[in-house]
């Protein structure tokens, strides 16, 4: 599965973006599509991920209740809703999918997207 995230760029604090997320083909064969970020100088860290089938959806907790993940199965694409951003929300953003259902921790997602870049400026 090729994945292309999209939709990073510069916002001011409190702003709102939407990133996407779509797969070269069908994931009948993944469960989840997770999205991670990394700042400069930090570890790669877990945001939130859907499942493909039920829609159920996990979050880290830095980001609950202002960060929302979406699917729309026919078209492969997921979405991250990401409102009240933070400049601690800098980081570049990756879209990835797994077999695992609902996991977060990142060595479980074996298909990773180029990444997109989200600024927050303060």
């Known amino acids: 599965v090729q994945l292309q995230a999209s939709g990073g760029g510069l916002v001011q604090a409190g702003g709102s973006l939407r990133l996407s997320c779509a797969a070269s083909?069908?994931?009948?064969?993944?469960?989840?599509m997770g999205w991670f970020r990394q700042a400069p100088g930090k570890e790669r860290e877990f945001v939130g991920s859907?499942?493909?089938?039920?829609?159920?959806?996990n979050y880290a907790d830095s980001v609950k209740g202002r960060f929302t993940v979406s699917r729309d199965n026919t078209k492969n694409t997921v979405y991250l809703q990401m409102d009240s951003l933070k400049p601690q929300d800098t980081a570049v953003y990756y879209c990835?999918?797994?077999?695992?259902?609902?996991?977060?921790?990142?060595?479980?997602?074996?298909?990773w997207g180029r990444g997109t870049l989200v600024t927050v400026s303060s």
């Open positions: 990835a999918t797994t077999r695992r259902f609902g996991t977060t921790i990142s060595r479980d997602y074996d298909s």
């Open positions: 083909r069908r994931t009948f064969n993944t469960a989840t």
């Open positions: 859907i499942t493909w089938v039920s829609g159920s959806t």
